[in-house]
């Protein structure tokens, strides 16, 4: 078979022996036992936008778009089953039918809930989680080809395993959701000055329901984004501002980003001239279309979970080593604040924290710019985000987590063979 995959950036890439698309749980289960009794491999894809080598494999290769859709609402509890493939701007709309939504969201609404969740995929907003903390039953074909569901109460001892598993403990067939009541929100985008955003950071994140704020290489502005429920009903002139916001900020930033891939040299003027034109505005709408930003520009990325004590003294060395290397990079740092969690491999475990998220547009340089960063979220405690790029070793790695072992019982319980790792994930879990 020809097939071949990459991912969103496309600097993973793959020749999957089969990729199959299931359109039922009982298919699902026949797969996995299958590749358990030749001895194969499977790896499942959502949406691809991993940058990390989650994905890759010369086996099997499973997606999930046929699983999709609503199985089962709850709207006086407040909770959805959904098949595992749904994506989750489909998703939003689905729940929105039913008068529901998800609390939080990411900065997209491409990925599936499954690969979303399996990699710890979070907002911002300190009384929130990331999205797998939404999770409060999930069912999995594990690597025995079994059909498992497991919550707080039922199979209790691999919840929070499965909450973030990065696909390791099975096939993920269903996941049930908590929800709130559909919502809207306003977001307002601002420019504000770098230190006065730091001394004040404690006042944004407690006064407003989501507060992030992006920091430009070698430019003083930074755009703050604050988004707060409101009442007002959104006005219906959605094609102008879709034009506004997605065609323009995406085609001038492209096109800025190209001129950058050619001339590296002018990349920091482009990103002073990027801050400039920091987009001010303010939008209203249903909570999952405020979310969920459009993103055509394609680049790598690496994000790192710092505890919040340490915030604010590795934003301010980064800032000094981008002066004293002069890193050509124009795409701006996005800083997001979430709460600490009970997830064994959730970067949030048990710390209240910042993520900071570094970018390169595809095709240009990213080392030394990465590595040197990463040196610094290291020697603050950093956890990388599964999703992103980060050159950390497996020994390296269970050192940051506490429930490290507890995980990994569950995982050669639930895949004894190991049917679901390939090289990538040996040497997470095997070295
Ligand atoms: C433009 C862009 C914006 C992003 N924004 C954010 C953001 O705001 N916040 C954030 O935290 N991250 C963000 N990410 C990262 C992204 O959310 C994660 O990498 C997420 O895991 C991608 O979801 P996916 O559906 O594409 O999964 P994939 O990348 O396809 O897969 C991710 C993992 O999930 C596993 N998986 C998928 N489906 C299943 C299943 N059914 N059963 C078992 N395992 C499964 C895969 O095997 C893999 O291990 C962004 C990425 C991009 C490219």
Redesign the pocket.
Known sequence: MDYKWE???GMVQCQPKEFLAPKTEEEVVKIVQRAANDRRKI?????????SH??YTKDILIN?DNLSGLVEVDREKGEATVW??TKIKKLGELLFEKGLAMENM???DV??I???T??????TGITFG?ISTQIVGMTIVTGRGEVLYTSATENEKYFKAAQI???TL????QIKLKLLPAYNLAIKLSKAKFDETLEKLEYHNANNRNFEFYNFPYSDIVQLRETNLTEIQPKKDGMVRYFNDVFLENAVFGALSKFSKTFPRYSQTISKIVAQGAVVTTKINHSHHIFATI?TVRFN?M?YNIPMEHYKEVVKIMRKRFDEHQYRVHFPIENRFVQADDIWLSPAYERFSAYIAIHSYKGMAYEPYFSDMEAIFKEFGGRP?W??MHNRSGADLASLYPKWNDFHQVRKELDPEGIFLNDYLKGVFES
């Open positions: 991912n969103w950036s790896r499942v894809v959502g949406s691809g936008h991993s940058f989650l994905v999930l595992a493939g990411g900065d997209i990925q599936s499954a690969g979303a399996a990699t710890g995929t979070h907002g990331n598993s990065l696909g099975g096939v993920v067939t993103r990325e994000e985000h999703g992103k």
